[in-house]
């Protein structure tokens, strides 16, 4: 069964959050749109996804394992690793099911509204160069990164795990980051070290780190292949979740009505601003409408810091008229993908990158 329908929070048919919902919204926290202001998201802002618990390693005792298909294993203490080149850079981190809440039927996992994003200054080493050192034989195509954190989901007991090609890895800079925005990683965010994957949405970058395996097959672990696939029905294979899809957000503009968060602003001219971002092209262009989507008007962009972090936007809002609008934003990359109007289904709620709509009550 298929279902393209979305509907809002408030309407009837709706069926209610469960407290298995809640209970994960309530550990794996979004970051509040009011943060959009900030390039880097300050630490705290940044949302959050942990699948099991939070694990407790002690960096004095960590160790790094890089094994598989190598030719020289190596074990890395955190002092060795921070010996290391040092790379600091700004990547937009997404959960895949940023969006997801709002489908209906609703996929019950972490139910996400559009709040499942930030900016992390991420301080680490290329990955590529460690892999490189412990010398990488020339069957190998995947590089396998396994977490400390330990549960079952989809019946299954594993460790957090997942993969990417070596060919990805290269091509995305991914890091060994030990630090977040000029400090060391705090526990939730992967402490000591985590991975970081500029471009991919969040599952990718593996927090917790204890062992890098390079494999001559696919990787068939849970959290790749029973999970983060885009699949209709749960008997099929389904294509994986990769790259960011386009998207853009905006600061929700005037205050806001504390339960409903509808927003109210004054008669007057307003400045609208968000972020956009992109995992397989560059932001070409953002658009704004205040009139529930009727009519789009271009939003000026603002080159962002570094390839892999968001795009700024900003556009003038003359609201001359008082009463019930909807201000909607939507973005496109240079490669002409562009965010739906309509988000479409699929069972895990990957990827849903519909047009951002504020309900607004101007007076
Ligand atoms: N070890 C481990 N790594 C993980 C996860 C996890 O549960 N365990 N969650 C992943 C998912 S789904 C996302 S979206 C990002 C979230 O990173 P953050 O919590 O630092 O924002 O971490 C990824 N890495
Ligand atoms: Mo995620």
Redesign the pocket.
Known sequence: MTSQEYVTLDSAEQPGISIEELQLATRNHGMPLEALRYDVTPLGL???????DIPALDPATWRLRIGGWVARPLTLTLDELRARPTVTRRVT?E??GNGRARLSPRPVSQPWLLE?V?TGEWTGTPAADVIDEAGVTPDAIEVVFT?A?RGVQGGVEHA?ARSITLDELRATGALLAWGLNGVALPP???APV?LVVPGW???T????LTSIDLTTTPFDGYQQAGSYRFRQTPDEVGDPVTRLAVRSLMIPPGIPDFLTRRRIVDRGTHELRGRAWAGRAPIAAVEVSTDGGRTWQGADLHTPSDPAAWTAWRAVWHADAPGETEVCCRARDTSGNAQPDTPSWNLGGYAVNAVQRVAVTVR
């Open positions: 940044h949302y959050l996804l942990t699948h099991f981190m959960c895949a499942a930030g977490g954190d957090y939730q965010h992967g985590r949405y969040g599952m970058s593996v927090k917790w």
